[in-house]
């Protein structure tokens, strides 16, 4: 790509050019499908040019303004929030070009999904790209009312009351992070992370600011305990609202708990932040296990897609126990593959059961078949997104399972292995659910509405990035590494649980080998994994 | 001196007719009642502290300023009373008798 | 003499136990009038509140959205749920009590200890104050909070106007409902609002026009133009139907339009994003500023009204 | 995303990629193919089966005159996905691609007029390239990804007839093959955590990791053996291949001989033999129970055959038993034994598919499905009853019949071994083979017939059947009878295996 | 003790009031009610707080930042109201449903 | 939003000429006011100049928006405005100390009643300013205008009768009414 533009310039567009969009489809309803689709992909654009830059010239700060933290606001961007802008531009490209065929037969719905997506963009977007606390605060509150607006668009009284309590979760989330962004302005004077992440000390106030904003977060997240909102509301959305909320929406808040918690909270040490992992971590698994057995409970399609996520977001958190004591940080790698893996399964899987939905003029499971077996593209693209939600190889989803459970081995923590296993046999237990009864037929004799081939081939192919995405990383790792946003102090705990392992080899050079090689040769250790990783500041 | 002396008596007045307003508010026994205090004897007290404070304002226009904001008061203050009553006679509230 | 200077403490302290009463009262009130009348008293109390802090930015805005625009929703809203909801059964409506108990007790404890956190925090600290006031000569308006609104952190304005304009979308596409009813206004309502409309337009540019140097600003300005708008719709006005299509939505999002517009033209120049040049700072604050009250205003109204048009 | 080549790899990286291109691009053609397209549809799939046939053939000349073929696809840092031809990977490549092309042809003239061609012969030949996978793959990980590949693509062949049982096969085999997926992925993370490599050498590469982790290496052992065991259909974890037998008899064929079963056994010769190391197994005490339970299996299997009426059932307990002799092969610790288990991978395949290919047209051309239905079949059907009892004999282990080699090799590993009870097992396996066998060619070929068949089909003429049905189960039952006739000439199974042991496992 | 931190401390007790409204009452115009108090509650708190330096001009960023939580607030009850009011044309209810699956 | 509320169009003949002289007289009015808000600063002036323009065409339109009942429109007589002002403001200082004086007797010298009052003058900005001035005179307070006053009276003996007589002339003197 010719670098006629910044890295500043690319993040500008990748705020403005959907929120531009937002506006003029709202003036002009009739061109909105072909603006959206315009700037969906020149976000794309826009985020490959980032990520260009990213790898050209390492981490991005923007000042906005030119004032500079901590007065003004600071866009930042990192390998982290570029393989997120990725992940999202992927999956924002195939809503859009999927979105036209569903709305054709709802237009009325079709006129407000776009300027309201359009703003979630801008939102997801925007938040993948601030560093300013305050500013994602405000990021998070267009995600949230966008999305619930979203979530109520097909107006049903299922979806309004989905809708209403999404709403009012979302805003108890943000209201619950503003109280701690109050406490950390006041308690150490910016609302910069990385200026913060400086100052920040061990306390009441950071730890505080730690609870009632990890609280928020979670909640919006819907980790367990706080997934109550989710299945109604990812259920009864319209189909490619409820990929964009599943996909997206709970990434973005995961991402900024993940953000906090990196460049925060973790090196506080003290009680509080050794046991909160373990907490994640527990939830996380409860959730893996409970959303699994709901998923595979329920009869309807979507449903069972919706539980599907409340299981997928357990995993996310099954890295909080395992991350600190790595250096190199395989944990938080292994999260952020589930996490993109999941972005575009998960928005194949809803568009697939959407595309099912309207053929059939419904979405119970048992009687699909005929449906399944009319749009075997659609079949393909929720099996194969299924197969990276189950962990299969090659997916996206098996690589991040496969580094969780490295992780998790290399640590000792059975537990966590057992229940990363047990949720990709669930998984399948569910996906096939579905196929099983596609391949039976049954007497009843369905004629469906037809379904516009872009709608099956936007979930097709976002299924195959999915599957693709396994084979990412040698691009993906040397990604994350700009701005290396996983370093962080290694916890002292976590040193000596390395040695109490000592397990590695060191002339293996895992990740957590390589540290065990440099503190017993106090050499640098350069081998194979390494070359890849190249040296992390 | 002899402005600023007219000034003091005149805020003291407004605060007297502010305060019988109150009383008023108080005292009197149903809705209508209360509705000609206040809009009777707040607004001449109102206006009397305003006079009173024109004649310490630094300029015509903060004067000025001072009047427009006693005008719109009363307009407001006559129209809020007459929506007041009138919704008290559409809930069929009989005035009080002795 | 002592007792003079433990005054203004005194005040304080009855204020805040009147915030807390209101609050109480407005959420456990039986009645949904009632609660919400005692909600708007809130609002007000508040507003005498951020006077005592020296916030009169706040109080202004608290006032006129907080109080004055929330209160009117929530009435608004009140009045479409009549008149099935005005008899509420206060026990149907409330978690039971075998839940409220331990909730209850679960609140406190967590609040005595964000109680003991801002106990802490009470160490005099300047925050940005000083920053600010060193770059104010940079900023193009005099006064800080409208220089940190609408240039240091104008990032957040912006996409503060956005929120509104994306509420009154996710309104418009929820909305069943017909317009506000078309019966005749109150005749004397339907003078009040002529009189007044007039002159809140030149109380709004009043409030863009000071707010680059005293409290005041678009978000003001824009409330008092909004309830502008509602009251001329009170008093019987419509819009024509040619009107509601595109001008309206034109001026609805000129706000944000504008805003993004500037903050993005100034890059042609050289500047960073939203970063203005040199000299115009001033005129451009000012020119986002009128747009921004014009759509505020606008949006406001128009989720007041709440039906599409 | 294309497979990136590495730049560094010799030249002959395309042809792994191409033997799994031979069947992965015909396959995802025939996806879109509609039904009615019979011959483009017939043409793709003989077309792939005849390239990858003569691919294999290919490689399997060269890598006699010792050639390398390898290609590689980086997954993670550190870990590749790498398929790599050896002598071993050969001897199961070609016997896929051989009895694919059969199937191939067989399964064109089974499914003849049936719904959903185009989906069917879209998995087949995906199945196909997921087996070829596992034949090829250079280490675990690769292996692993074949192998979950395998268990996708065959659960639609065995729902295929989309009935309610079918679902429910298909849910047993499901459950069946992905917590088994689990395990092997949990043994392979295990491995991989402690031994930073999963490449297959020839040795194994865990002998550092005894002094240390000698627990979790069996631990690692067991979790590997029991996700493999699944499709290899070891006892306790057999039940799913009776149930699966409602698939199509070319389902079955595949299952039993080409792909399902043949993976679970090569991945056991895979994890003792080039993960582990047979000596360092050895040393860890692991081979003797899996010889135990490989020993048990025969015997229960050949025990269950013997009471099942159902034809296929029977045949699927059989398979059940003759896999193990493979597992009891690999498990007895001596080069003549490894040579005996690697030889009946071919033979067993070879003779169970003419079974099942006989089974199936008994099933298609009189709707016979007991064996009690059977009586003096072999009067209307010759051709395929002389099949069929070639099979039985080499199943039973009567010479020439391939089947005799390899028990007879197995015989004497054990021997080698200084082991005597693994002979007991094979001669009670053998009389067990005999005993439910026997009695169906007694009544195939000397009982009178019925007065009619239960469902007969009219193939015009005198025709026994038709002929694409006939023409694989004689080929298949030729072949186990030349390559047990002709075992010591060269390329053929035997000495092949003998090859690998020599090259690859007991190198002096 | 001086008038900043009462009334810090009051936005505190706000939060925990609106907390308990918003846990306890289920017709849906009292929990918005609920979420004003908690955002009033945070205001104080946040902007309260700016005052802290004695004598000084309060810090401006602070009221900035609640005089946008501010309009938000309001861009937000608008559109729960919305919401409130569309949920009762469809349903008839004014209160979410306890277990929303099945409607 | 007042710059794009337009006026149904009138069916009936736009006064031309008398919307002109309604407009000049609010422009002067509203930009004195102005003046006043932003206490004369040179910068605001011309700031202010759209604002003024707009706010008195808006209040131009409103006057002259068409209405079924709205009587024929003619400017205000300056004189007799004048004297309404004069006899307000020393109606409403009357008003104040009798409310005053009330509230502090003791017992409450109260004998309300709601009483009804036939309007002469036509329905419009004159009847409507007549109800508000109505409730800031001493002891009255209007309830309902429609065709007729109600009117709570605090003393159902006093002379209100005459007093809502002289206020109903004045008006109509200043709307130059015929018959006032």
Redesign the interface.
Same mark, same amino acid.
């Given at each position: 790509m010719p670098m006629l533009l910044s890295g500043a310039d690319w993040a500008t567009a990748l705020v403005f050019v959907p929120l531009l969009a937002a506006l003029a489809c709202f003036l002009v309803p009739r061109a909105a499908g072909w603006l959206g689709l315009l700037a969906a992909l020149l976000i794309l654009l826009a985020t490959l040019g980032l990520v260009q830059g990213l790898l050209a010239d390492g981490p991005l700060r923007v000042a906005v303004g030119g004032w500079g933290a901590p007065l003004g606001i600071d866009l930042w961007a990192d390998g982290l929030s570029a393989a997120l802008l990725l992940m999202t531009s992927l999956v924002g490209l195939g809503v859009s070009v999927y979105a036209p065929g569903y709305f054709a037969a709802h237009p009325e719905q079709r006129r407000w999904f776009w300027p309201l997506w359009l703003l979630l963009w801008t939102a997801l977007n925007g938040l993948y790209l601030s560093a300013d606390l305050f500013n994602l605060y405000v990021m998070l509150e267009v995600l949230g009312l966008s999305a619930a607006a979203l979530t109520a668009l097909s107006g049903s009284a299922t979806a309004l009351n989905a809708a209403m309590r999404y709403l009012l979760v979302s805003l108890l989330g943000s209201a619950a992070y503003l109280l701690g962004v109050a406490l950390l302005y006041h308690g150490y004077g910016t609302v910069d992370i990385a200026l913060l992440g400086e100052r920040i000390e061990a306390g009441a106030v950071a730890t505080t600011a730690l609870l009632v904003m990890s609280t928020g977060l979670l909640l919006k997240t819907a980790l367990l305990p706080f997934h109550f909102w989710l299945p109604p509301a990812h259920g009864s959305a319209p189909a490619p609202v409820s990929a964009l909320l599943s996909a997206l929406v709970i990434k973005a808040s995961f991402y900024l708990l993940l953000r906090l918690w990196l460049d925060l909270f973790s090196g506080l040490g003290g009680l509080l932040s050794a046991l909160l992992p373990e907490l994640l971590g527990l939830l996380g698994a409860a959730a893996v296990l409970w959303g699994s057995v709901q998923a595979l409970r329920q009869r309807r399609l979507k449903l069972l897609i919706a539980y599907s996520t409340v299981a997928q977001i357990g995993y996310l958190f099954l890295a909080f126990p395992l991350a600190g004591a790595q250096v190199n940080a395989l944990a938080w790698r292994a999260v952020l593959y589930l996490a993109l893996a999941h972005g575009l399964a998960k928005a194949a899987m809803f568009l697939s059961a959407g595309s099912l939905l309207q053929f059939a003029g419904h979405d119970r499971i048992a009687d699909l078949d005929r449906a399944v077996q009319r749009l075997p593209l659609t079949l393909t693209a929720f099996v194969l997104g299924g197969i990276s939600i189950m962990g299969l190889p090659p997916s996206g989803g098996f690589v991040g399972k496969w580094l969780l459970l490295e992780s998790a081995f290399t640590q000792g923590r059975w537990g966590l292995a057992i229940v990363v296993l047990l949720g990709g046999v669930l998984a399948a237990g569910y996906v096939f659910k579905v196929v099983g009864y596609a391949f039976t037929p049954t007497e009843i004799a369905q004629e469906g509405e037809a379904v516009p081939l872009t709608m099956q081939w936007s979930a097709l192919l976002l299924a195959f990035g999915a599957i693709l995405l396994g084979f990412s990383a040698p691009w993906l790792w040397p990604l994350l590494e700009v701005g290396a946003p996983f370093m962080q102090p290694v916890a002292e705990i976590g040193m000596a649980a390395l040695k109490e392992i000592g397990a590695i080899p060191a002339a293996v050079v895992t990740g957590s080998g390589m540290l065990e090689a440099e503190i017993l040769a106090g050499s640098e250790v350069g081998t194979g994994r390494e070359t890849w990783i190249g040296a992390a500041p | 001196m002899l402005v600023s002396l007219l000034s003091v008596a005149l805020l003291v007045a407004g605060a007297?007719?502010f305060l019988?307003?109150t009383?008023?508010l108080l005292?009197? &026994?149903?809705v209508?009642?209360r509705?000609? $205090?206040l809009?009777?004897?707040d607004?001449?007290?109102l206006?009397l502290m305003v006079l009173g404070l024109m004649l310490q304002a630094e !300029?015509l $226009? $903060?004067a000025?300023?001072l009047l427009?904001i006693w005008l719109l008061l009363?307009?407001a !203050?006559?129209?809020a009373? /007459?929506l007041v009553? !009138?919704w008290? /006679?559409g809930k069929g509230i009989a &005035?009080?008798?002795? | 003499m002592a007792w003079l200077s433990l005054l203004p403490l005194a005040i304080d302290l009855v204020l805040a136990l009147t915030l807390l009463w209101l609050a109480w009262r407005a959420l456990t009130s039986p009645d949904l009038f009632r609660a919400v009348v005692l909600f708007i008293a809130l609002g007000l109390v508040l507003g005498l509140v951020w006077v005592r802090l020296d916030a009169v930015d706040i109080a202004l805005a608290e006032i006129a959205l907080g109080a004055g625009v929330t209160g009117a929703l929530l009435l608004a809203a009140l009045a479409k749920l009549q008149p099935a909801e005005s008899q509420t059964d206060e026990v149907a409506m409330m978690a039971p009590i075998a839940l409220r108990l331990p909730i209850a007790l679960l609140l406190i404890a967590l609040l005595t200890g964000l109680g003991l956190v801002v106990w802490q925090l009470w160490v005099p600290a300047p925050g940005l104050s000083n920053l600010v006031d060193a770059r104010l000569d940079e900023a193009g308006v005099a006064y800080p909070v409208t220089a940190v609104l609408l240039n240091f952190r104008g990032y957040d304005t912006l996409l503060e106007l956005a929120v509104l304009l994306l509420a009154l979308i996710g309104v418009w596409s929820l909305s069943t409902a017909p317009h506000l009813g078309d019966e005749e206004p109150e005749?004397?309502l339907?003078?009040l609002s002529?009189?007044l409309?007039?002159?809140m337009?030149?109380?709004?540019?009043?409030l863009v026009?000071?707010g680059a140097y005293a409290p005041g600003g678009a978000f003001q300005a824009g409330s008092v133009?909004g309830a502008?708008?509602v009251l001329?719709r009170l008093s019987g006005?419509?819009?024509?139907l040619?009107?509601t299509g595109w001008?309206?939505r034109l001026?609805l999002v000129l706000g944000v339009a504008v805003f993004a517009f500037i903050g993005l033209a100034v890059i042609g120049f050289g500047q960073p994003l939203l970063g203005y040049p040199q000299g115009w700072a001033k005129p451009a604050i000012?020119t986002i500023e009128l747009a921004a009250t014009?759509s505020i205003?606008?949006i406001l109204?128009a989720l007041f009204i709440g039906g599409r048009p | 995303m294309m497979p990136t080549i590495d730049a560094a790899l010799p030249p002959n990286a395309w042809l792994p990629l191409l033997v799994l291109a031979s069947s992965l691009l015909p396959g995802l053609v025939i996806f879109f193919l509609a039904e009615r397209r019979y011959w483009t549809r017939t043409l793709l799939n003989l077309a792939g089966s005849l390239v990858k046939l003569m691919l294999v053939g290919a490689m399997l000349w060269g890598v006699f005159h010792q050639q390398q073929y390898a290609a590689s696809l980086p997954l993670l840092p550190g870990l590749d996905l790498v398929l790599r031809v050896r002598p071993l990977s050969l001897l199961f490549l070609a016997l896929s691609a051989g009895l694919w092309l059969l199937t191939t042809l067989y399964a064109i003239g089974y499914l003849e007029d049936s719904p959903n061609r185009s989906r069917f012969f879209g998995f087949f030949s995906l199945c196909v390239t997921a087996t070829v996978g596992v034949a090829m793959a250079g280490n675990l990980l690769t292996f692993l990804l074949f192998f979950e590949l395998l268990t996708l693509t065959t659960y639609p062949l065995v729902v295929h007839r989309g009935t309610e049982e079918a679902r429910r096969a298909g849910q047993i085999y499901l459950a069946h093959t992905v917590i088994a997926g689990a395990l092997l992925l949990a043994g392979t993370v295990w491995l991989y955590t402690l031994a930073g490599t999963l490449t297959f050498t020839t040795q194994g590469f865990v002998a550092d990791l005894v002094e240390g982790h000698r627990w979790s290496l069996i631990a690692i052992f067991v979790l590997l053996i029991i996700g493999v065991g699944v499709k290899a259909a070891l006892v306790p974890l057999q039940s799913w291949l009776p149930r699966a037998m409602v698939a199509p008899a070319p389902v079955s064929a595949l299952l039993h001989a080409v792909a399902v079963v043949k993976a679970g056994a090569f991945g056991i010769v895979l994890i003792v033999y080039d993960v582990f190391g047979v000596e360092v197994a050895a040393e860890l005490g692991v081979t003797k129970p899996l010889a135990l339970v490989a020993a048990f299996t025969i015997l229960y299997g050949s025990l269950r055959a013997l009471f099942q009426d159902n034809l296929k059932r029977r045949l699927a307990f059989s398979t059940v038993s003759q896999v193990s002799y493979i597992v009891l092969g690999v498990a007895i610790v001596g080069p003549l034994a490894t040579v005996g288990g690697l030889v009946h991978l071919v033979h067993q395949g070879v003779m169970k598919i003419t079974l099942f290919f006989c089974a199936g047209n008994l099933a298609e051309t009189l709707g016979i499905h007991q064996v009690s239905e059977m009586n003096g079949v072999g009067r209307r059907m010759p051709w395929t009853m002389l099949a069929f009892s070639i099979g039985v004999f080499g199943m039973i282990g009567l010479p020439p019949v391939a089947g005799f080699i390899s028990k007879w090799y197995l015989g004497l590993g054990a021997l080698e071994a200084g082991l005597h009870w693994p002979l007991f097992v094979l001669a009670g396996s053998s009389l067990l083979n005999a005993a439910y066998f026997l009695p169906i060619l007694h009544r195939a070929w000397f009982c009178e017939p019925p007065e009619a068949w239960p469902e007969e089909r009219d193939f015009g003429g005198k025709k026994e059947t038709a002929w694409l049905l006939l023409l694989p189960p004689l080929v298949t039952a030729a072949l186990s009878l030349l390559i047990g006739l002709f075992a010591s000439m060269p390329f053929t199974p035997l000495e092949w295996a003998r090859l690998i042991a020599e090259r690859e496992f007991y190198q002096p | 003790m001086n008038s900043v931190l009462v009334f810090a401390l009051a936005g505190v007790g706000l939060i925990g009031l609106g907390l308990y409204g918003l846990l306890v009452q289920r017709h849906l115009l009292r929990k918005v009610l609920a979420f004003n108090v908690i955002s009033s509650g945070i205001f104080l708190l946040l902007a309260g707080l700016a005052r802290r330096a004695p004598g000084a001009e309060p810090d401006p960023v602070p009221q900035a930042m609640v005089l946008t939580g501010i309009v938000v607030a309001v861009a937000a009850t608008a559109l729960a109201l919305a919401m409130m009011l569309a949920l009762r044309s469809a349903t008839g209810r004014t209160r979410l449903k306890d277990h929303g699956d099945e409607d | 939003?007042?710059? %794009?509320?337009?006026?149904?169009i009138a069916e009936t003949p736009f006064p031309a000429g008398a919307f002109a002289a309604a407009l000049a007289w609010?422009l002067f009015v =509203?930009a004195?006011? @102005? @003046? *006043?808000?932003?206490?004369?600063q040179q910068a605001?002036a011309l =700031?202010?100049v759209p =604002?003024?323009a707009?706010?008195?065409l808006? #209040?131009a339109l409103?006057?002259f928006?068409p209405r079924a009942d709205a009587a024929t429109l003619s400017p205000v007589a300056p004189l007799s405005l004048l004297r309404l002002i004069g006899f307000f403001l020393w109606h #409403?200082?009357l008003?104040?100390? %009798?409310?005053?004086l009330?509230? =502090?007797r003791h017992p409450?010298p109260?004998?309300? %009643?709601?009483i009804d009052y036939p309007l002469r003058l036509p329905?419009g900005?004159a009847?409507?300013?007549m #109800?508000?001035?109505v409730?800031?005179m001493?002891?009255t *307070? #209007?309830?309902?205008?429609e065709d007729h006053l109600?009117v709570?009276v605090?003393d159902r003996h006093g002379h209100w009768h005459q007093d809502l007589e002289r206020l109903e002339r004045r008006i109509g003197a200043v709307y130059r009414l015929a018959g006032f």
């Open positions: - | 007297v007719f019988a307003g009383l008023g005292r009197f &026994p149903d209508y009642t509705l000609h $205090a809009t009777k004897a607004n001449l007290g206006g !300029s $226009a $903060a000025g300023k427009f009363l307009a !203050s006559a129209t009373g /007459q009553a !009138s008290a /006679q &005035p009080w008798r002795g | 005749p004397a339907a003078a002529r009189l409309a007039p002159l337009i030149l109380v709004a540019a009043y026009w000071v133009l502008a708008g001329l006005w419509r819009l024509s040619s009107a001008p309206l001026v000012l014009l205003g606008a109204a | - | - | 939003m007042p710059t %794009d509320q337009q006026q149904t609010r =509203f004195l006011l @102005w @003046w *006043l808000l932003t206490s004369g605001a =700031f202010g =604002f003024v707009a706010a008195a808006l #209040s409103a006057r928006r #409403s200082l008003g104040g100390v %009798d409310v005053a009330r509230a =502090f409450l109260l004998q309300p %009643d709601l329905p900005p009847t409507v300013l #109800s508000g001035l409730s800031l001493p002891g *307070l #209007s309830v309902i205008c109600r709570h605090l």
